[in-house]
Structures are given as C-alpha cells and as structure tokens.
C-alpha cells in the first residue's frame, strides 16, 4: 500500500479474497447465498481451514474474521448465534439490520492453499495477516478493546462456541464431500507411485482427466474412499507442458496417505467426480 492509498474492499480483492456471495434473510435468522463468478469453485473455499473472511457493504470493508476450521463450519454460529457468543451475536444482529434496510452486505473470502514453509514447518498466512488487516481496516463491527478493533481469538470466541445447526439457506449450498464420493466419475486415471509422486504427493492425473477439471487457480478437494479426512489444494494448469492438471498445496498430507497404504512403485486408482473432486481409491 502507498501512503493515501483508500483501504476498501477492492484492496482485499488485490490481494487475493474472493467475493463469494452475500448474507440473507431466513426467517428469524439470516443464511447466506454464493453467487460469485464460479459457484462450484466457491463451494470448495467454503471447506478451506485456516481462511480469513470480510463482510463488505459496497466498497467498506466493515468486518474482518479468521476461521482455523472453515467457513462453512463458522457461519453456522452468524446464521444461529448462541446466547453466549459476543461475536456471534453482534454480527448476526448487524447483518440483519442492514437487511432490513435494504443493504446488501457482500461476502469475501481468503483461502490461501500454498506451498509457504520455514524448515519443517508450513506457514499459515491467515493467521499471519488477520491482525495487519484489522489494525489497517479497523472494521466497525469488530469488537473493541480500549477502543482499538480486536480479533475474534482476543474476544475468546472459541471458548463460546456451541453446536449449532445450519438455517435452510446455508444448506442450500451445503454439498458434503460424501455425497459427492457417490457420484458418477466424469474420468477415471491412474497413477504410479514414483520417489517423487510417494514422498511429496505430487498428484497428476494426466491429459485425458485434466478436460473434465476446473481452470488454473482453482482450489480443488481431494476425497479418499477410505473416509480419510479430505485435502483442499489447488489446481496448477502450468506445471506441465501439456497443460495437464497438477494438484499443488498440501501435498503433505497426499503423501501421508499414499504412504500409509501403499510401497513405493504401487498403482493408485482415481476419479474425476466433478470439475474441482477427485476421489482416489485405497487398495
């Protein structure tokens, strides 16, 4: 940033959020709706851990959040707030009233899936921009302390945390990876195990599969048909000469799970469910 430049939303869009959708009413609660440029993709941000979020009316930026599960997981508590959560509930009351008036008030969203490491150690950039945002925005809606914006982790929002199920407007947009395991493959391929492929879970589907997935950028979810927790990487168009698909970002946690159930030189099976899924099959 230069000095004079305006802090406004459209600098969060510069550096990497995405506008996903916007807030509605639901009854007596509010829910949300992804209309953003590519729906599918969006889908698959909202699952993203360790993701910033902003809420926008126009160009004002008016709250800046971090989740460590998921978005998806922590809008459940703005849709239906517990009686305890001070963030919660000051969001949820906010939201409504400027739908009441009439205000859209705009969802963005920060997901970054990369390959940032210091030694051994993978670095979480949300976490390490959320306070350098809120000090320079200084959001309106974020609680305050000494009359400075705060963080939702100063505010013990954690701790307040309560289940909670969705409105039926975050449902609506609410595809589990399970139901999506039980889709008609778009592809099949496979994939040798090389010293590369087992030790850094390098994942290249090949030329053929990579027609039926999204573009380059896109983040992707990769699902396991042995109930493994699923990976959100990203698709990597430029890898490959080809303009093959390569799966890029938490390939780590690819090779733990070739290497808990496969030996080096092994075939894995694999299916293209839709544009931003693909399923690999344990032995």
Not at 21 to 43: F, H, M, P, T, V
Not at 176 to 190: C, G, K, N
Not at 193 to 207: C, Q
């Amino acid at each position: 940033m230069k000095a004079g430049d305006t802090l406004n939303g459209e600098v969060l869009l510069n550096i990497g959020f995405v506008d996903v959708g916007k807030w509605e009413a639901a009854g007596d609660y509010i829910g949300y709706r992804l209309d953003g440029q590519d729906s599918d993709a969006n889908q698959i941000m909202l699952d993203v851990p360790n993701a910033l979020y902003a809420f926008a009316r126009g160009d004002a930026v008016l709250y800046l959040g971090k989740t460590a599960r998921s978005i998806r997981r922590r809008y459940v508590g703005y849709c239906r707030p517990g009686k305890r959560q001070r963030t919660n509930l000051r969001c949820h009351r906010n939201i409504k009233a400027a739908l009441a008036q009439g205000v859209d008030i705009r969802i963005l969203v920060f997901t970054p899936i990369s390959q940032l490491r210091y030694a051994d150690f993978e670095i979480n950039l949300a976490a390490g921009l959320e306070d350098s945002l809120i000090r320079a925005f200084d959001p309106p809606w974020n609680g305050r302390e000494r009359g400075q914006p705060i963080t939702e982790e100063a505010e013990r929002e954690e701790a307040e945390e309560t289940e909670a199920e969705p409105t039926d407007a975050a449902l609506a947009d609410d595809i589990q990876p399970e139901a999506r395991a039980s889709a008609t493959a778009l592809a099949t391929f496979t994939v040798v195990l090389g010293p590369t492929y087992y030790d850094k879970g390098f994942l290249n589907p090949g030329v053929e599969a990579s027609r039926h997935l999204g573009k380059d950028g896109d983040p992707i979810r990769i699902l396991f048909d042995d109930g493994s927790e699923p990976v959100i990487s990203r698709i990597n168009r430029t890898a490959n000469r080809t303009g093959a698909v390569r799966v890029v970002g938490r390939n780590q946690q690819i090779a733990t799970w070739f290497q808990r159930r496969f030996k080096e030189g092994d075939t894995v099976q694999g299916r293209v469910l839709d544009p931003h899924s693909i399923l690999l099959l344990a032995p």
